[in-house]
């Protein structure tokens, strides 16, 4: 229905008021995505509006955190029958939605995890998580990975090994850094499998080079998110992890962006490389976009921690709530299953983008619903020179086409697509030729 010029006048006014807003009282730092950044005011299922009245398939989900699809009914019910009820006490008090959540994720997670301890993100979750191992071992010194993101506390910047996301120059020595599995720009310039795993077994000399020789774990994430959806080699965790638990050191996964099926055929990320972790961090899709963090442990780390801990929001009635409607619609509805098949669909479509575009898609990458594509200035020539000026491009085509879309890496160059799990194969052929009339009509 096209709306009457008054109308369109008062949502146009509407949109430059948010934006003079956002420019005026927001910090600086607070990017936002587009030369003219959207004000979304609605969403349904795969699709979200702005101001002005425009819908796009949104493709990135509100950095993979809308998990099952916006307002998805199931979850808002729970919400509002929650805040009806009980809205907020801390972790002082004890809550049946917080309880359900803690059976719940004991029970999906893989090997002998059981325990866990509620906070408000992902950067909280980590934190815990780098505490609770440091505690259990006795030891200070961690391993991450160049090209990993963690979040924004002292700590957090100090695991992520991303310069544009490092704000201040100190940093908590104790962390060190080993090779990303990033084989699209291997830093020992070899190539998979020949390579033998070299970006795994060089964390052994990392560990008896730059440590006391000892460690208290090793934080990843299954599939590098803010790096760009590097996804490793097959055995490159039961490499690392093996050489970690040699040097006292725990395994903490990072499934902030990769858990509930994201990758596809199983519920975490980490299933798919046959390894288990000691302790688990989770956030973003656990509450479909509710602010939830979550560390997970075996019982035996998680009951070394005997000093006196609180959280504030952690453990929320309301975020407890969403997450238990969150992971039943996961599971009623075999996600983990679908986004396999649909995924499997995207992978194709971007593989075969690649084909048609050789000079400016270097790489595919990814599994399930999170997939990548890194863009440079000509693969052809085997010109592997990041084109972040591309990507700039690629997103106001595609925003002028109604597909949202996200990136990331180091360079500015990689292109995430991580459209709700809800994702049908219909979804995807449609942003499959939204990225192609995009791709075709850049000049990059």
């Known amino acids: 229905m096209t709306q009457q010029p008054e109308a369109a006048a008062r949502v146009g006014a509407i949109a430059g008021s948010v934006r003079e807003k956002h420019k005026e009282f927001m910090f600086p730092s607070v990017v936002n995505y587009y030369a003219e950044p959207l004000v979304l005011v609605e969403g349904h299922g795969m699709r979200v509006k702005d101001a002005e009245g425009r819908k796009y398939l949104d493709f990135f989900g509100g950095i993979l955190t809308v998990s099952v699809g916006h307002c998805h009914p199931r979850v808002s019910a729970a919400v509002k029958d929650q805040v009806d009820r009980l809205g907020h006490v801390s972790t002082l008090y004890q809550t049946l939605p917080a309880a359900q959540l803690a059976e719940t994720l004991a029970q999906i997670t893989p090997g002998e995890l059981k325990k866990s301890f509620f906070t408000a993100s992902g950067t909280e979750a980590d934190e815990t998580a780098v505490m609770l191992a440091q505690v259990y071992t006795g030891k200070q010194e961690l391993v991450a990975l160049r090209h990993g993101y963690s979040g924004r506390s002292l700590l957090a910047q100090s695991l992520t090994a ?25 830093a020992f310039g070899l190539e998979y499998p020949s390579c033998d795993l070299r970006c795994a077994r060089d964390i052994e000399e990392l560990i008896r080079t730059t440590t006391v020789g000892q460690v208290a774990g090793f934080l990843a994430e299954p599939i590098q998110g803010v790096g760009g959806f590097v996804t490793p080699p097959p055995d490159y965790f039961k490499v690392a992890v093996d050489i970690v638990r040699r040097y006292g050191g725990v395994f903490i996964c ?44 075996t019982p035996a780390v998680a009951d070394s921690l005997k000093g006196l801990t609180i959280s504030t929001f952690g453990g929320n009635p309301i975020s407890c709530a969403a997450a238990n409607a969150t992971i039943e619609v996961v599971r009623a509805d075999n996600l983990p299953a679908k986004v396999e098949t649909v995924g499997g669909i995207l992978r194709s479509g971007l593989s075969r983008l690649r084909d048609k575009y050789p000079r400016v898609i270097g790489d595919v990458r990814g599994m399930g619903l999170m997939q990548a594509i890194e863009l440079v200035v000509d693969e052809t020539r085997r010109d592997r020179t990041p084109n972040a000026r591309a990507t700039l491009e690629l997103f106001e085509q595609t925003k002028k086409r109604g597909l949202l879309i996200g990136k990331g890496g180091l360079y500015g160059n990689a292109v995430r697509i991580a459209p709700p799990m809800c994702a049908t194969a219909e979804d995807v052929e449609e942003a499959l030729a939204i990225m192609d009339e995009s791709f075709a009509e850049m000049k990059v």
């Open 254 to 297: 990072d499934e902030v962006q990769t858990a509930f099926g994201r990758t596809g055929g199983k519920m975490f990320g980490i299933e798919h490389f046959g390894v288990q972790p000691e302790i688990m961090t989770m956030a973003k899709g656990v509450a479909n976009g509710l602010p939830l963090g979550v560390t997970i442990a």
């Open 162 to 186: 991303h310069a544009p996301w490092r704000l201040v120059a100190t940093q908590v020595g104790a962390v060190k850094h080993a090779a990303s599995p990033y084989c699209y720009r291997c």
